[in-house]
């Protein structure tokens, strides 16, 4: 059975850091990747790992203040943000998929977390 488990949300000031950290289990997995969402907002990407080859892609809205990366024998995957905003607020989400690639759209990944809660206060 596969399980996608977050954890590391919570209550930041803007301009903090927080790790988010998301364990995997049950198959081996092409991609693994992040999406928030937040009040009133559709679940945006906002970054991917590739597996095998550790190929990352960013959305341009965290490009250079946030690191994804993963630990191939915890089979974990991280989130570190820094520079937090308050538009960063959002339920973030652990995704993974079969296939290699880093696609944007939620649908092209069919493994999804519970979410974990992240709120910036400004």
């Known amino acids: 059975q596969v399980q996608l488990v977050e954890s590391g949300g919570g209550l930041v000031q803007a301009g903090g850091s927080l790790r988010l950290s998301c364990a995997a289990s049950?198959?081996?997995?092409?991609?693994l990747a992040w999406f928030r969402q937040g009040p009133g907002t559709e679940r945006e990407f906002v970054a991917g790992?590739?597996?095998?080859?550790?190929?990352?892609d960013y959305s341009d809205s965290v490009k250079g203040r946030f690191t994804i990366s993963k630990d191939n024998a915890k089979n974990t995957m991280y989130l570190q943000m820094g520079r937090l905003k308050s538009e960063d607020t959002a339920v973030y989400y652990c995704?993974?998929?079969?296939?290699?690639?880093?696609?944007?759209?939620?649908?092209?990944?069919?493994?999804w977390g519970q979410g974990t809660q992240v709120t910036v206060s400004s």
């Open positions: 049950g198959r081996t997995f092409g991609a």
């Open positions: 995704a993974a998929r079969d296939y290699d690639g880093l696609p944007f759209v939620p649908t092209a990944y069919k493994y």
């Open positions: 790992i590739s597996w095998t080859t550790r190929t990352t």
